[in-house]
């Protein structure tokens, strides 16, 4: 059974990691690495890390556990009825769709930076 998941971040990534075993597992993603680690980005950035480090499972890592990894491909609509992901650069068939593509903040930063102030101020007087 195929399963087809749209993002490789920690969650698309740690899905295909449990699953390879017992499904075909596809993933998209629209960056042009595999998987990376996030909070090690700056230590990598200024030198305090190994690329190793960084990026911990390499493109041969998928390729031995039967992973289809298609980076660089923006996933754009789901056909539901054809269950079929359309990108761009071409189309994923699937049994199974994960959309792992993260999140965005909605509204506005300031507001919400400024909530979190006052809870922890709150926090004090408890
Ligand atoms: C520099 C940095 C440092 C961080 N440090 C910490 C930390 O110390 N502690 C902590 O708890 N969290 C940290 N985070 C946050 C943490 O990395 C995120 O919470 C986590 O990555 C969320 O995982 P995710 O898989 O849900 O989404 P993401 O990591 O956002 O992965 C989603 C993936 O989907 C892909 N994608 C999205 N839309 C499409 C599309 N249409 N087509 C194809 N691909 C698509 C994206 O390219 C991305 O690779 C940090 C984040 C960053 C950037």
């Known amino acids: 059974m195929r399963l087809l998941i749209v ?17 075909e597992v596809e993933i998209l993603d629209r960056e042009c690495a595999p998987y ?4 090690m980005l ?14 911990m499972y390499s493109e041969e890592w998928y390729e031995e556990k039967g992973i ?9 609509r789901v056909d539901i009825s054809s269950k079929r992901v359309i990108a761009d650069g071409g189309s994923f068939d699937y049994d ?3 959309l792992a ?8 930063i ?3 930076i400024e909530m ?3 809870i922890k101020e709150s926090l004090q007087f408890i």
């Open 7 to 23: 993002g490789n971040g920690p969650a698309g990534f740690s899905l295909a990691k449990e699953l390879y075993n017992d499904f």
């Open 101 to 108: 593509t993260g999140a965005v903040v909605l509204g506005d």
């Open 42 to 55: 700056s230590h990598y950035i200024a030198g305090l890390i190994d690329r190793e480090k960084l990026f």
């Open 116 to 118: 979190e102030r006052m």
């Open 96 to 98: 199974i769709l994960v």
């Open 36 to 39: 990376y680690n996030k909070p």
């Open 68 to 76: 289809k990894l298609r980076l660089g491909v923006n996933a754009r």
């Open 110 to 112: 300031k507001k919400s």
